[in-house]
């Protein structure tokens, strides 16, 4: 069974706080880590695609590192606002390319 | 909008029965997902189909199926339900093993 964790499980920050958040994965066989934002009563939607170690991406005031030779990537969001309440989900995908590992996500809470 | 449609979005049904989900992937994808998210679970990968053929298989129990069809839409059997298959199911799709999936609305099936 392989373990993708985040931590923390939940989160509760008030509107304009800057956040952080961790996805940890094995560092063996890693191809790639995907990272989603999922709205209560919707679908997960696509945030950032990661595949090199060292990479960052930048989405707005959502950002995201990545370190695959220690297993771990980090989500940041800057000014925290109410919209961002969501649940963020990462994702492993093992080398063979073929099946993706979620995680159990984050839960953002952001308060007016 | 993610391009990818699930039906029904809705199904009730009586342990012991039959329900089939079908899935339409966004245009041009080849790889259809499906995934079940049950109460206070993450998202757990079933099996994925590429082009037709299955690629990757998740914990999908044995009473449950899947199959992709030439025109690329998906359909999962799910059979002999049980209550505990009471669950969210989506479906995802993208254009190959590592780009960004992106997910349907979902099925909520809900066996009593």
């Not at chain 1, 771990?72 to 925290?80: D, H, M």
Request: glycine letters at 8%; aromatic letters at 12%.
């Amino acid at each position: 069974i392989l373990n993708v964790e985040q931590s923390p499980q939940s989160l509760h920050v008030q509107e304009g706080d800057s956040t952080n958040f961790t996805c940890s994965f094995p560092s063996s066989n890693f191809y790639a880590l995907h990272w989603y934002r999922w709205e209560t009563a919707k679908s997960p939607e696509a945030l950032f695609v990661m595949t090199l170690n060292g990479d960052e991406k930048k989405k707005g005031r959502i950002s995201a590192t990545l370190n695959t030779k220690e297993g771990y990537s980090y989500l940041y969001i800057k000014g925290s606002q109410p919209e961002d309440s969501a649940t963020y989900l990462c994702a492993f995908i093992i080398a063979s390319g073929n099946q993706f590992y979620f995680g159990t996500g984050t839960s953002l809470t952001v308060i007016p | 909008d993610s391009g990818v449609t699930q039906t029904p979005k809705h199904l009730i049904t009586a342990t012991g029965q039959r329900v089939t989900l079908r899935c339409s992937p966004r245009s041009g994808d080849l790889s259809v997902y499906w995934y079940q998210q049950s109460l206070d679970q993450g998202l757990q990968f079933l099996i994925q189909y590429y082009n037709g053929e299955e690629r990757a298989k998740g914990n999908i129990l044995e009473r449950f199926s899947a199959q992709q069809f030439p025109d690329l839409h998906s359909e999962l059997n799910l059979s002999s339900l049980e209550l505990g298959d009471s669950a969210l199911y989506f479906c995802a799709s993208n254009g190959g093993s590592t780009d960004t999936q992106y997910f349907g609305p979902g099925t909520r099936l809900t066996v009593l």
